[in-house]
C-alpha cells in the first residue's frame, strides 16, 4: 500500500504538505499542488476519506434523511445502515429533518453532492420532483421505505409488501374468531399509512367479515397518539375485541389504553402492531406484532445508493426486500365470545 | 448577500467554474483557482458548506461519536444536539461505534479536522491519551457526560453531578421507610458508573442506613441485563423492598423480572432509575427515576465545541451542567413493613 511517505518523496516535498495539499489546497502553492497531486495519480495513493473524495470529485459519505429519529424505528435501521456502510468503507451521515419539509429542503441544499455523494430518503416531506432534480445533479437518491400504491417512475425504491405485512394481522385475528375489529391508521411526514390498511383491509374481506365489521382510526405514529386513538375508538365502540394499529408503537398506546380502561389483553382485546421494534418484545405484554426485514431494507438501500455512487449510474428500479412475518406473542389470543364457548 | 453570480463576475469566469473551484480545485487550472479565491475573499462570499469549509480550511460539520445508538438514550441526545448544530448552521455527523474502540479509532482517523472539525465523544473506549492526540491536531475535542471521579486535565468536559443524582435515588426510598436496598449498577463501554452508585451509598450511609443494607449487582445498560441481574438480586436477597438501577433501561427490567416474580411494583417494590428516557414515563408502572438534562447537555457540548472551532482556542474546563431531578411516578411507593403498619 503506497504510503503518504511515499508520495512526499516523489512530489518532493514534506508529509505535511501532501496533507495540507489534501486538506486546504487553496493554502498551498499552485504549482506544489499541481506536483502533489500528480505524484497521488501515478503512485494510486488512496489518501484518507476527505482527501479520496477531493481526488475523486466525491466523497466517501452518504447521508440518511429520516423525518423523527425519536421514533425507535429510526435508532434501528440506522444502526443496521450504519454497519452496512462501514462494511463497505463509508461513513453514514445521519440528518434528523423532524418532520419539516424545510429542513429536509436545507439539508439537500447544503449536502447533496457536496458532504454527501449518495442519499437516502427515509422521509417524504419532499415531493418526488424535488428529490428527482437533486438526482439530476448527478447524486445518487434512493427512496426508501416508499409507501405508495405507485412505485416512484423517476427514483429507484426500496420497500416492502406493505399490503401483506396488513393482509398478515387480517388473517391472523379473523383466526382467532375475531368478529369486530378496529385499525389505527398512523401517519409519519409521508402521510397516512394506507397501504398497510388497505392489505389488512382486504384481507379481512377475503376472510368473509362485512365492511361493517371494521371500524378505522387515525392517529400519529406515537405511543401517545395510539393511547388517545384507542381511548376514543373503545368509547364509540366498546364491542370491539381486537385492533390493528400499523405500527408498534401505537399498539402499545392501544395496550396501555386498555389496560386504563380495566380490558385486559389477549383476555377482552387482541392487539396486533407492525414493525417489530425493539420495544415489541421488550413491553408486557409483550406484542404480537408483523415483523418487517429492517436490517434488509437498511443494506440493500446502502447497497444500492453504493452501486450508484460507484458505478455513475441511475436507476428507477423497485425493489422489494423479503415478506414480513407475522410473530405472535402475548398481546393476541381467542375472541372473548369463542373463550366463552370453549 | 454576495452571490455565486457575483463572484463569478470579478473573477471574470462562469458560475460552475467557482462552483468547481469550490468543490473540485485540483480539476481547475491553478491560476483560475487562485482568482476564484481571490474574489471570494474580497467580496466575502459565504459559499455553501463545504465551499465554506474549504475556503476556510475546516468544514462546517460536527461528529457525534456514541456506542450505542439502540440505547434510547441516544437518539434522545442526537435529536436536542442535532436541532443545536442546526440552529449555529452546522451539521451533525452521528457516529454509532458499537462498542469497539477499533472502530472509534477508525471514525476518528477518517473523520476528525476533515470531515468534521469538531468531536462530541460520548463514549469512553478510547483513553483520554489518544483524544488528546486527535485534539493536538487542532480538533475540536469535546468529552460529554464525561463520568469519571477526576475531571479530564487535557480535555473539555459536559458533565452532570452524577453522584448527587444517585444521591436523590437514596434519600427518596429512604424518605418512603425503606430499609432493604439493591442497586443494579450499569457498565457501558466507559466502565461501571460507580459515581451513580457512591452517591446512592453515600447518602443512605447520611440517612443512618448501614453497609449491610445496601446490596449491588453490576450488569450492562440494556433492558435484558437489568431483568437478569434483578432475577439474581431478589433470588439472593428477597426481603429487599427497594431497588436503584444507575439507568432507566436496567430499572424497566427490574420492573419486568419483578412481575415475573409476582411482585407488585410499588405495593412489594420500589424501583427508581435515572436518566428519565422517553419510555420511562411511558412504561406501566411509570417510572420514578433521576432525571437528567439531556437536552442542555446536548446544546452545552455543542456550543462549547462550535466556540473550539470558531475561536481556534482550546479549553480544559469543565462544565457542570444543572442538577438532576427526581421525578416521582408510579414505581416507587412505601416501604411494605411501613404500609402495614399504617
Not at 429542513?103 to 416531506?125: C, F, H, K, P
Not at 397501504?195 to 374481506?205: C, W
Not at 407492525?274 to 418487517?292: G, K, M, N
Request: net charge positive; charged share 20%; proline share 5%.
Amino acid at each position: 500500500m503506497v504510503t503518504l511517505a511515499e508520495v512526499a518523496r516523489r512530489a518532493k516535498v514534506t508529509g505535511a504538505t501532501v496533507s495540507n495539499v489534501l486538506r486546504n489546497p487553496q493554502k498551498v502553492k499552485p504549482e506544489t499542488v499541481e506536483r502533489v497531486m500528480a505524484a497521488i495519480r501515478e503512485l494510486g495513493y488512496r489518501p484518507n476519506l476527505t482527501a479520496r473524495a477531493l481526488a475523486r470529485g466525491r466523497t466517501s459519505t452518504l447521508a440518511l434523511m429520516l423525518s423523527n429519529i425519536a421514533n425507535p424505528f429510526y435508532p434501528e435501521f440506522v444502526l443496521a445502515a450504519e454497519r452496512e456502510a462501514r462494511k463497505r468503507g463509508y461513513f453514514l451521515l445521519v440528518c434528523n429533518t423532524d418532520d419539516d419539509p424545510a429542513i429536509t429542503r436545507a439539508y439537500l441544499e447544503q449536502i447533496a453532492g457536496s458532504l454527501a455523494s449518495g442519499i437516502i430518503v427515509m422521509n417524504t416531506d419532499l415531493g418526488e420532483g424535488e428529490l428527482t432534480d437533486v438526482a439530476n445533479r448527478g447524486v445518487a437518491v434512493v427512496l426508501c421505505m416508499w409507501e405508495h400504491v405507485q412505485p416512484s417512475r423517476t427514483l429507484p425504491c426500496v420497500t416492502i409488501d406493505f399490503a401483506a405485512a396488513g393482509a398478515l394481522a387480517a388473517t391472523h385475528l379473523s383466526g382467532l374468531g375475531h368478529r369486530k375489529f378496529g385499525a389505527l391508521v398512523g401517519a409519519g411526514s409521508g402521510g397516512p399509512q394506507t397501504i398497510r390498511l388497505d392489505g389488512f383491509a382486504r384481507a379481512l374481506a377475503a376472510h368473509g367479515h362485512s365492511e361493517k365489521s371494521l371500524t378505522v382510526v387515525h392517529a400519529h405514529d406515537s405511543l401517545e397518539s395510539g393511547y388517545e386513538a384507542t381511548m376514543g375508538l373503545l368509547h364509540r365502540k366498546p364491542a370491539l375485541t381486537a385492533i390493528f394499529a400499523t405500527n408498534d408503537l401505537m399498539a402499545i398506546g392501544a395496550m396501555q389504553a386498555a389496560a386504563d380502561l380495566g380490558k385486559r389483553v389477549p383476555d377482552d382485546l387482541s392487539v396486533v402492531g407492525l414493525t417489530d421494534i425493539v420495544l415489541a418484545h421488550q413491553f408486557r405484554p409483550a406484542l404480537t406484532t408483523v415483523r418487517l426485514p429492517t436490517a434488509e431494507i437498511a443494506a440493500r438501500s446502502i447497497a444500492l445508493a453504493l452501486e450508484m455512487v460507484e458505478g455513475g449510474t441511475s436507476t428507477q428500479d423497485l425493489y422489494v426486500v423479503r415478506a414480513p412475518e407475522l410473530i405472535v406473542r402475548e398481546s393476541t389470543g381467542p375472541a372473548p365470545s369463542r373463550r366463552r364457548r370453549a
